[in-house]
């Protein structure tokens, strides 16, 4: 991945969370509170991300070079540049607006007219970016700009930029979604924290699958896949509708007969074992469609997550959950049937890990939600990724998932077509045409 791949993340990152706040002024100006936690939440993840780190980054090294190759480049960057350097001044102006509101000294439509034209800019400054100021990097960089440019990106132990800051950014993001209201977010009272899991390291095979077949009468879904995953990995599935990812966690999960091939599952032979015995060695699954006991409070469609493990330990696991989604603690004693779909989707991950998997299985975790909370999705996978968790993705989403993934496998009709790690996959062409949209 190189550099200009990371800055065009962040801008797709940056896109989400003005759409996010444009769809809340609609609110507001409708009559909604202005949930000033919410909107100081958004305004830190600006104020830390893009001012401290995204921006800094872009003058002292893209644009920097850019001028170096380019006699165009001056009439695009200046104003850039100055929008760079007043960001700041427009964030602090803004929390005041948001604050003389939620006071009352400030009407909705009047706030709801700052936070547009303040969102406005921001899409045009990344519109710009993306339009011109890549496509000209791309054509005028040399060698040497690449290997400057790269490392300086891609470099862990930046204090600004490297693995602490991006486990920072994450923390704030997902304050972001914690506190949105429910319609683009999850709507708690509080921000919570990405709990860690224990540390694993990547080494034995977790996971081995060889010519897995299964059937639906006499329609053959999976026609001999084989995969490995490795501990610690994060691994996806993509593919079109019908290709057979659902089917072939379903059948890994034991809820589908396999009709031929074999299972190994940290050395041992799993393809006779019942859903439940696999559960019980650490296979655990958030299915497609989220699929909570409507009926149950919170509280207890988490402890059925935990069913399999010691009670003892039970309440400090659903402490880790509610430190993670605090809305769910919030609301623990409702039937689950209540919650929007992002908090269903919350749920049902945290179900997940009450069991204490060894093998998370995550079935179309982003599906069917706000843009917002997609991106939240994906928060919370690197963060599970990031401490050792062992992960495999069936995603719609093939950019999202092959861009945090270690490896990919692409499925066809049942088949594995394309393996390879998920950058390699990214770009591969075939690959970009029939699931990337590129």
């Known amino acids: 991945m190189d550099a200009l791949t990371l800055i065009s993340q962040d801008h797709s990152n940056l896109w989400r969370l003005a759409t996010t706040v444009d769809q809340v002024a609609s609110e507001i100006e409708c009559g909604a509170p202005v949930e000033q936690p919410f909107f100081n939440a958004v305004f830190d993840y600006i104020e830390q ?20 190759r380019s006699s165009d480049a001056a009439a695009i960057l200046d104003s850039l540049q100055v929008e760079h350097r007043d960001g700041p001044d427009k964030l602090t102006s803004l929390r005041a607006h948001v604050a003389q509101a939620s006071l009352g000294q400030l009407s909705g439509s009047q706030l709801a007219v700052e936070l547009r034209n303040y969102t406005t800019g921001l899409k045009t400054h990344i519109r710009t970016e993306e339009k011109s100021v890549l496509p000209l990097a791309r054509s005028v960089f040399q060698e040497a700009d690449w290997a400057e440019i790269n490392q300086a990106f891609l470099d862990n132990d930046d204090p600004l930029f490297g693995d602490k800051a991006k486990e920072e950014f994450r923390q704030l993001f997902h304050r972001i979604v914690s506190l949105a209201p429910e319609s683009v977010g999850l709507g708690g009272s509080s921000g919570g924290t990405l709990q860690p899991l224990p540390d694993r390291s990547k080494a034995e095979v977790q996971l081995q699958v060889q010519g897995m077949e299964s059937c639906y009468g006499r329609i053959k879904a999976l026609k001999g896949i084989s995969i490995t995953v490795h501990r610690g990995e994060t691994v ?18 034991g809820v589908q007969p396999m009709s031929a091939g074999s299972i190994h599952f940290k050395g041992k032979d799993i393809s006779k074992l019942r859903s439940d015995q696999r559960m019980r060695c650490g296979i655990c699954q958030s299915p497609e469609g989220r699929q909570v006991f409507g009926p149950l409070s919170i509280e207890d469609n988490l402890r059925l997550g935990a069913y399999t493990q010691p ?3 039970v309440e400090d696991d659903m402490e880790k959950i509610f430190t993670m989604f605090p809305i769910l603690k919030e609301k623990r004693a409702l039937p689950a049937g209540t919650l929007s779909g992002g908090q269903q989707q919350m749920l049902a991950i945290g179900r997940a890990l009450m069991g204490r998997p ?5 079935d179309e975790p982003s599906m069917g939600l706000a843009p917002l909370l997609v991106e939240e ?5 690197k963060m599970l990724k990031s401490k050792g968790m062992t992960i495999l ?9 092959l861009a945090i993934a270690d490896r990919g496998y ?10 390879g790690t998920g ?5 591969n062409e075939q690959v970009r045409a029939a699931y990337l949209g590129m």
Do not use: C, M, W
């Open 410 to 419: 692409v499925l066809e009709t049942g088949t594995v077509t394309l393996t």
């Open 393 to 401: 993705l069936v995603e719609q989403n093939a950019f999202a998932a």
């Open 377 to 381: 999705v994906f928060n919370v996978i």
């Open 236 to 253: 996806a599935l993509v593919g079109a509708n019908g290709a057979g990812k659902t089917t072939f966690l379903r059948t890994l999960s």
């Open 311 to 313: 009670r003892d330990q």
């Open 423 to 427: 950058q390699e996959l990214i770009s």
């Open 358 to 362: 060894s093998l998370l299985l995550l």
């Open 49 to 68: 991300f893009v001012d401290r780190s995204h921006h800094p980054k872009e003058d002292d090294y893209l644009f920097r070079l850019l001028r170096l």
